[in-house]
């Protein structure tokens, strides 16, 4: 057992290439094979960004004070002159602005706007959100590769959103002659039916039962269906340590034997209260003995912590002995 003086992590440097390709995305990508590892422009731009952060800070001090609510923009140099940024903003915390940074689906401009649009794109947080993608799609291929041949392979997706990597994981899968069944829930609709989209663009969507409701509500429901690999992707950078050991706990009681959670959680960086602040979007940065203790205290004795290259997000990878 890990603890908190000896916990170790992994820092994924090379991905293994699929053997068979997904076919065609359903939409615009300029997501590489290779992860993203391009700190020094902000790390040098940090000054300026620290400028953004307080003139916010401020500002939403002074509309409050005049009870004016949050302003409508926050900053010039991001959602007054970045369209593309606004929508983040807008967006923030849900599915819809995982896919904005994860696909980048809107042409360069040569315009300050759209140049400010694609220095945000390539910021440390956007890369190392990406990597994660590319990291769990990576974790999920490992774990599928490890359950027996002659057992059906079942998986959950917890808080799925828009599902894309795990709905083209097991397109992968089905391409290789494995057929995985999937339940998939998410307390936004909307969230739902663009995953139950893109499962009918991959020709798989007879392979996933889709379900609209809270972790909380549905978890206990899915004991009778074992699966052996249970999906949760961002949903610990929203609730407490508390809840996210009570999450995992019950996640540990609905796995088969040997089975696998693949979770995560962003870690504390130099942007994070540039998230917080000029973007909107507060969440729980964990260090890696947090997120270890999480998985002790929920139950799990065998488990790896592994990092994208930024260090920004980290992955939890838990068997369940």
């Not at 992590?9 to 068979?20: C, M, N, Q, S």
């Not at 849900?94 to 689906?105: G, K, L, S």
């Not at 002659?177 to 020709?203: L, P």
């Not at 205290?297 to 790896?304: D, I, N, S, V």
Request: glycine content about 6%; overall charge positive; some cysteine.
């Amino acid at each position: 057992m890990h603890n908190k003086k000896s916990i170790k992590i992994e820092i994924a440097r090379t991905l293994k290439a699929p053997e068979i390709e997904t076919i065609k995305k359903p939409h615009l990508t300029v997501r590489s094979d290779r992860y993203e590892n391009f700190p020094w422009p902000y790390v040098l731009s940090l000054p300026f960004m620290w400028l953004i952060t307080l003139s916010v800070m401020l500002k939403k001090k002074i509309y409050e004070m005049l009870g004016l609510g949050l302003p409508k923009i926050n900053s010039i140099f991001f959602d007054g002159l970045g369209k593309e940024s606004r929508k983040v903003k807008e967006y923030a915390t849900t599915w819809r602005a995982m896919e904005i940074v994860y696909n980048h689906p809107y042409p360069s401009k040569k315009t300050l706007g759209g140049l400010l649009d694609d220095f945000y794109w390539f910021g440390l947080n956007c890369q190392g959100l990406r990597n994660r993608l590319k990291l769990i799609k990576d974790e999920l291929r490992k774990a599928i590769s490890k359950i027996d041949k002659s057992e059906e392979i079942r998986l959950v997706s917890l808080a799925c959103g828009s599902a894309e990597s795990v709905i083209e994981v097991i397109a992968e899968a089905k391409a290789k002659g494995k057929i995985i069944k999937a339940k998939f829930v998410d307390i936004d609709g909307a969230g739902i039916e663009r995953a139950r989209a893109t499962a009918k663009h991959y020709g798989v969507e007879d392979q996933i039962e889709m379900q609209v409701g809270s972790i909380y509500d549905v978890i206990e429901s899915y004991k009778e269906f074992k699966p052996q690999i249970v999906e949760m992707m961002g949903f610990l950078d929203y609730i407490s340590q508390k809840d996210a050991i009570y999450v995992v706990g019950k996640i540990r009681e609905i796995l088969a034997p040997n089975g696998f959670l693949i979770t995560c959680n962003i870690h504390p960086n130099i942007e994070q209260h540039f998230l917080k602040w000029v973007i909107n979007w507060p969440m729980v940065y964990r260090r890696p003995e947090e997120l270890g203790d999480i998985a002790e205290k929920a139950g799990f004795t065998e488990y790896r912590l592994i990092y994208e290259p930024l260090k920004v997000h980290g992955l939890l990878v838990a068997k369940k002995s």
